[in-house]
Each structure stands twice: as C-alpha cells, then as structure tokens.
C-alpha cells in the first residue's frame, strides 16, 4: 500500500483528487486529502467551510457540475429569507441543500467536537474513497487588505474580495488572522509523518496552498518527511488554471508564471519544499531551468478537463513522486 497525503484546495484539489482516487485500485494508493481551512468564515451564525464542503461534495458525486461548487438540485429560499431580513451576505449566496451541512458542522463544533472530528462525521455519509483532514482545528481566516475608493486601507475576509470584487482591487497585504495561535492539527501532522508521497495538488499557490504552508508546524512537517513532494503548476502558459490566482500572485510579488510558483516553493535540496514539479506541455521550455535550480520538473497535459483526464495527471504525478524515492 502506498501512503499519499494531498495538499488541497477546493475545486482544483477535488478535480486532482478524483483522478488520483481513480488510480487507488491499480496501485494501491491510501489517499489522505489535507484541505484547506483559510476560506472559512462564520456566516449568519454557522460555520462555513468552501473547501473542505467542495473536495466532500465532489468526491461524494453530490457537487454541481454545472458551477463547478455547491451541491447540485439546489434550491436557494432560505437565503432569499435571510437576505429579506438583512441578515448574511446577499453576494454570498448559500444553497438550502448546503446550509444543511453547515448546520450539521455548526451543531457538532459547539457541541465540543473539534474540526478534525466534524470533518469526518460529516464525511461519513458519503463514500469518498480518501480520508478528508482539515489542515488545522483552529480558526485561521485568511484577510485581504486593499485600499478602497477613498484611499483608506481596507481589510476584508477573502471571500468577499474574491467573490464581492472578484479580485479586480489589487491586494496590498493577504493575511492570515489568528495564525499565530494556530498549529497544524496532530492528523496532518501524522499524515504527512506516514505518508510515502506527499502531493502538492494545482490549488491557489498564494491563499490554499500558502496558507497552509503559513500555519506552525507545517514546513516542519513537510522537511522532516521522508516522502518525496511533488507539485502540479496551478499556472498554464502565464494563466491561472481556475479563478485569480493571479491577483494572489500580485499581492506576493511573484510572476505569474509555472516556473515562478515552482521556484516560490523552491527546491528541497536548497531549504524549499519540492522535488518534482509538473508544468504544463505548454511550458516545457521551463523544465530545463527548474531542473538545474533542483527540482526535477516534467511537461505533461495539465487541463483537467474531465476525471479520464485528471487520473492521467495524477499518474504522471506519482510517477515523477516514484522516481524521486
């Protein structure tokens, strides 16, 4: 049996992992998806979780396919009602299917259990084929300062930057509220421990993957393991895969490009976090210079265009994983 603990995002964590589980027969893969937490927020009283609800919805073949998130047949009245009374955020609209997750989440974590533990009630329901961790039990929230009509200096949760003003302010500062309390949960630090792979899926390099990177104990994990860690370029020729990466990118000072994030990880060899990066075929003129900075880099198709096409992905992955152990 071969260990594989994924970093994940939401919607480019579950497409990668759909096609990753579709490998777990044919190569005895155990697959612990390791999500992450900076996009939660409290809303209307319940806590809400994008990515973990995206990669739970996806892998339990409930999520809207046409959206690409939030569970399909949805209906969305009691939003209407919450927003008839002033009450949540009327640009964030929460589907009543949803909500019930939410609820169920909110009803457990105030009952005492921890995240870790909700997660996995809740994951119970569906047959996902993977274990499904949140990075961390503590609530870090990941903020974004900007400077508003007026010049005053801003500071928002993601979400509504992302999906309010779809990221058209630049960013000035991405922060991480609360992190300083935090630590990466015992689970994660113990899936990345056991793992013989480690996989950094093609999600937000800046506000999933870095935020992730950004909670204590994680880069120690990540360099005490013994596991080979590969990376998939969420960048395709100069563009972000899915939504603003970009904007993200801005906001660090790193060039949205494949060869950029990867060195922004860097190599392992050198104190960074990767053995192998895979770029697009569309960017193989990077390979060569990746290469020489330390991290083995291979072109292969990226576009996860449909789960056929994502397992393949996930298969070049483990075979640059495997030839780096």
């Given at each position: 049996m071969t260990r594989i603990t994924i970093l994940a995002g939401g919607v480019g964590g579950a497409k990668f992992t759909r096609g990753a589980r579709a490998l777990s027969a044919e190569h005895r893969l155990e697959i612990t998806v390791v999500a992450n937490t900076g996009d939660d927020l409290w809303l209307a009283g319940l806590r809400?979780?994008?990515?973990?609800?995206s990669i739970m919805y996806s892998l339990g073949e409930a999520n809207d396919l046409e959206r690409g998130w939030g569970r399909a047949g949805e209906t969305e009245r009691v939003s209407a009602e919450l927003s008839a009374y002033g009450v949540g955020w009327p640009w964030f609209t929460l589907g009543d299917l949803d909500l019930g997750t939410h609820i169920a989440r909110t009803s457990l974590l105030r009952d005492g259990h921890s995240l870790t533990e909700v997660t996995r009630r809740l994951s119970a329901r569906w047959?996902?084929?993977?274990?499904?961790?949140?990075?961390?039990?503590?609530?870090?929230?990941?903020?974004?300062?900007?400077?508003?009509?007026?010049?005053?200096?801003?500071?928002?949760?993601f979400e509504e930057w992302w999906v309010k003003h779809r990221a058209r302010v630049p960013a000035l500062r991405i922060l991480q509220s609360g992190v300083e309390k935090s630590h990466i949960s015992q689970e994660t630090a113990t899936a990345i421990?056991?793992?013989?792979?480690?996989?950094f899926a093609p999600s937000n390099p800046v506000v999933s993957i870095g935020t992730m990177l950004s909670l204590p104990g994680m880069r120690a994990a990540l360099t005490a393991t013994s596991a080979p860690i590969v990376g998939l370029s969420p960048i395709i020729g100069g563009a972000p895969v899915r939504g603003m990466a970009d904007a993200c990118l801005a906001a660090i000072g790193v060039e949205t490009l494949a060869e950029a994030v990867g060195l922004h990880y860097g190599p392992r060899s050198a104190g960074g976090?990767?053995?192998?990066?895979?770029?697009?075929?569309?960017?193989?003129?990077?390979?060569?210079?990746?290469?020489?900075?330390?991290?083995?880099?291979?072109?292969?198709?990226?576009?996860?265009?449909?789960?056929?096409?994502?397992?393949?992905?996930?298969?070049?992955?483990?075979?640059?994983?495997?030839?780096?152990?």
């Open positions: 809400v979780c994008p990515d973990l609800d047959d996902l084929g993977v274990r499904l961790l949140p990075v961390t039990d503590n609530e870090v929230e990941t903020h974004v300062q900007f400077a508003g009509p007026d010049g005053i200096i801003e500071t928002v949760h421990a056991e793992a013989d792979i480690v996989m976090l990767l053995d192998g990066w895979l770029v697009d075929e569309s960017d193989a003129a990077v390979v060569e210079r990746l290469n020489a900075a330390g991290i083995e880099a291979r072109a292969v198709p990226l576009w996860m265009t449909d789960d056929p096409a994502s397992a393949e992905i996930a298969r070049a992955a483990l075979d640059l994983a495997v030839a780096r152990r």
